[in-house]
């Protein structure tokens, strides 16, 4: 049984650090405390990392936000990943930010990416990790709120929160996506200062 986990976000260094981006960086994240790097691949930037003798496909595809369904139907395909082994890290404009919830199912928000994957696969029926990152921006602005960088105070949380997705992603894999859910949705990250 091997898992595909999936960040979305965009390729380029003037997206490197952007609310959109946030996939890429919990994988990150998984990779450096798995000690493992990722390599350029067909469709995007790849590592494979073992828990408790489960292999992982960590997953960033390089066909940029719009196009995410490609990749991760490639990869679905070569690896012969089963759709309730595949987990999507993705960036949520609708929760409030530092909240996490994990779904398995549900529609694309808006979500480019999301669209993107639902279209390739032809279903809404698998896992996703939503990272909320709010909606604070002026009618407009979504744009440049979605593609503009973290504010001071939510830089300081980022740590916890991708600690938390971390493990999110391990339970996914070891205890299911049932258990999984019951466990961390809801669960309050930042406290109220």
């Known amino acids: 049984m091997k898992?595909?986990?999936?960040?979305?976000?965009?390729?380029?260094?003037?997206y490197q650090d952007t609310r959109h981006n946030i996939g890429f960086n919990v994988l990150d994240a998984f990779a450096k405390a798995s000690n493992v790097v990722?390599?350029?691949?067909?469709?995007?930037?790849?590592?494979?990392?073992k828990l408790k003798g489960r292999p992982l496909i960590l997953l960033k595809p390089n066909t940029y936000m719009n196009l995410s369904g490609k990749a991760v139907s490639y990869w679905m395909q070569r690896e012969k990943i089963a759709l309730e082994?595949?987990?999507?890290?993705?960036d949520d404009l609708a929760?409030?930010?530092g909240t996490l919830r994990l779904r398995g199912q549900g529609s694309d928000g808006g979500?480019?990416?999301?669209?993107?994957?639902?279209?390739?696969?032809?279903?809404?029926?698998?896992?996703?990790?939503?990272?909320?990152?709010?909606?604070?921006?002026?009618?407009?602005?979504?744009?440049?709120?979605?593609l503009g960088g973290w504010k001071e105070e939510e830089i300081k949380h980022m740590d916890a929160l991708l600690e938390r997705s971390k493990e999110i992603i391990s339970s996914f894999?070891?205890?299911?996506?049932?258990k999984t859910m019951t466990s961390f949705?809801?669960?309050k990250i930042i406290e109220s200062e």
């Open 173 to 178: 894999v070891l205890l299911g996506l049932s």
């Open 85 to 90: 082994d595949l987990l999507i890290l993705v």
């Open 38 to 49: 990722f390599e350029d691949r067909r469709y995007g930037a790849v590592s494979e990392v």
């Open 185 to 187: 949705n809801g669960k």
């Open 95 to 97: 929760l409030p930010f």
């Open 111 to 146: 979500h480019n990416g999301l669209k993107s994957i639902n279209a390739c696969l032809g279903t809404t029926n698998y896992a996703r990790l939503r990272f909320g990152i709010g909606n604070e921006f002026k009618k407009g602005q979504q744009v440049d709120y979605v």
């Open 3 to 14: 898992y595909l986990i999936v960040g979305l976000g965009n390729i380029g260094p003037e």
